[in-house]
């Protein structure tokens, strides 16, 4: 297991299309975690999972994203109808409940809306 | 809310020269407290937390909760040091962190 990884590692989409994004956790980590970060800013918290459970999304930014972890592994995430306001690094963090906390990060994938 | 704010976007010292990342925060119960660092090129990763009170490739942070701070800092810089760092906040234990917008640190020669 290399860590956490993100497919695709960039998107260039146009205005209006649907864009999902895919993030593997490590493979024993239970909590998943997504996060948008845009140029000159740390990255913004997003949503989570424990297991299957999303157990937090009142920060997703509009009805237009949505998250899943259907299966307690891997997670996805949908923006749909993207505006060029979207265009930003999306990362991906997962982490262990039984441990310190520690998130660990992904590459991210960088949207672009053009 | 809670909020991370470090004052300084960009940080230049001359190696060998003590550095200091300050770091303020908001939040109204006991929060965790963490640094993370981004060199060039690579992913966001762990540098500290404050409830190990490591020291970390040389780098310590001290929470202040009076001056609601955990500012870090390092006695001699290293010209390998040069990244971004981001202090954040966890408030509830399991729930996402809250970052500030990072301070670019250049190591010069």
């Known amino acids: 297991d290399t860590g956490v990884s993100q497919d695709p590692r960039h998107k260039i989409t146009k205005r209006g299309q649907n864009v999902t994004f895919r993030c593997d956790p490590i493979?024993?980590?239970?909590?998943l975690y997504w996060y948008r970060q845009t140029l000159g800013q740390g990255p913004e918290f997003l949503t989570y999972?424990?297991?299957?459970?999303?157990?937090?999304k009142s920060r997703l930014l509009s009805d237009r994203f949505s998250a899943e972890r259907p299966k307690g592994s891997f997670s996805t995430l949908e923006i749909q109808r993207t505006e060029q306001g979207d265009s930003a690094m999306y990362l991906c963090?997962?982490?262990?409940?039984?441990?310190?906390?520690?998130?660990?990060f992904g590459p991210g994938t960088r949207l672009t809306v053009t | 809310a809670q909020r991370v704010t470090q004052p300084e976007k960009l940080l230049s010292v001359f190696k060998g020269a003590p550095v200091e990342l300050k770091c303020n925060y908001s939040?109204?119960?006991?929060?965790?407290l963490f640094w993370y660092v981004q060199y060039s090129r690579q992913r966001l990763q762990l540098l500290l937390r404050h409830i190990s009170r490591e020291s970390i490739k040389g780098f310590t942070a001290d929470l202040n909760k009076g001056e609601t701070s955990f500012h870090l800092k390092k006695p001699f810089a290293q010209e390998e040091d040069s990244a971004m760092y981001y202090c954040?906040?966890?408030?509830?234990?399991?729930?996402?962190?809250?970052f500030g917008k990072g301070t670019h640190l250049i190591i010069q020669p």
């Open positions: 493979s024993e980590h239970n909590r």
């Open positions: 939040y109204s119960g006991s929060p965790e």
């Open positions: 954040a906040l966890q408030g509830g234990g399991a729930d996402g962190l809250t």
């Open positions: 999972f424990q297991n299957e459970a999303q157990l937090e």
């Open positions: 963090a997962s982490s262990w409940s039984g441990g310190t906390y520690e998130q660990y």
